[in-house]
């Protein structure tokens, strides 16, 4: 016959065991979360990037040189404010990019912009000034690259 401090014994670790792995197992879950959260929340990140810069070269590429530039005040207004609107979400998402390459080519582009308002389209500081929105949108391309390579 077994005493009875044994029973109790093997009783109260059998609970404790059952109590431990039950913490074990619930800890294991709450970081798993915590992990996947965070993975998530840089997808999320990412894919706003993502969109963000999209947006802006997809309006930049509306006033691109392959398009003669005009002469016409509220079309370029419009290039102008969309371009504008796209570089605003850039700058909440990337405020490093929206400071360097982002700010040279938005001032290209305004030069791109406002040239044909005030010369001829074929003029040599209207191109001088599509080479040089060329140069900003590559320069700010490639930042945009690099960054999304580094998430």
């Not at 401090?5 to 879950?29: D, M, N, P, Y």
């Not at 419009?78 to 700058?91: D, F, K, M, N, V």
């Not at 390459?101 to 290209?108: E, Q, R, S």
């Not at 209207?126 to 999304?148: G, I, P, T, Y």
Request: net charge negative; no cysteine; hydrophobic share 45%.
């Amino acid at each position: 016959m077994t005493p009875i401090w044994l029973t109790i014994v093997v009783a109260v670790l059998s609970v404790s065991g059952a109590l431990a792995a039950q913490w074990l197992a619930s800890s294991r879950a709450y970081r798993l979360a915590l992990i996947e959260r965070e993975t998530r929340r840089a997808e999320r990140d990412r894919q706003s990037r993502e969109d963000a810069y999209t947006k802006f070269l997809a309006a930049a590429r509306a006033i691109k040189p392959g398009k003669q530039p005009t002469a016409d005040p509220s079309a370029t207004e419009s290039a102008s404010t969309a371009l504008r609107e796209a570089a605003a979400h850039i700058e909440l998402y990337s405020p490093d990019l929206a400071e360097g390459p982002l700010a040279v080519a938005l001032a290209a582009a305004e030069r791109l912009l406002t040239l044909p308002l005030a010369m001829s389209p074929s003029a040599p500081a209207v191109r001088e000034a599509e080479r040089e929105f060329d140069e900003a949108l590559a320069k700010l391309r490639r930042a945009m690259h690099s960054d999304l390579d580094d998430s």
